[in-house]
């Protein structure tokens, strides 16, 4: 391999890995997003349960919040 073909396989691999970096941040972000959206329906859902008149530890337990959290709503 010639100096010619070893800069271009190079470049190319460069150019994989800043893809697949890129790719990485884009999921990363989505799955933040997914998280954020779950949280706060989670948090709707304690608010109905609230409004049914469910105790704030059973609300908590249930979804996986604190009691702080609950009482909060």
């Not at 709707?44 to 959290?69: C, H, M, N, R, Y």
């Amino acid at each position: 391999m010639g100096t010619r073909e070893y800069l271009l396989e190079k470049a190319k691999n460069e150019g994989l890995e800043k893809g697949k970096l890129v790719e990485r941040a884009k999921a990363e972000k989505l799955l933040e997003q997914e998280r954020a959206k779950a949280e706060a329906e989670k948090l709707d859902s304690a608010l109905e349960f609230k409004k049914l008149g469910v105790p704030d530890a059973d609300i908590a337990k249930a979804l996986g919040l604190t009691i702080d959290q609950v009482k909060a709503l």
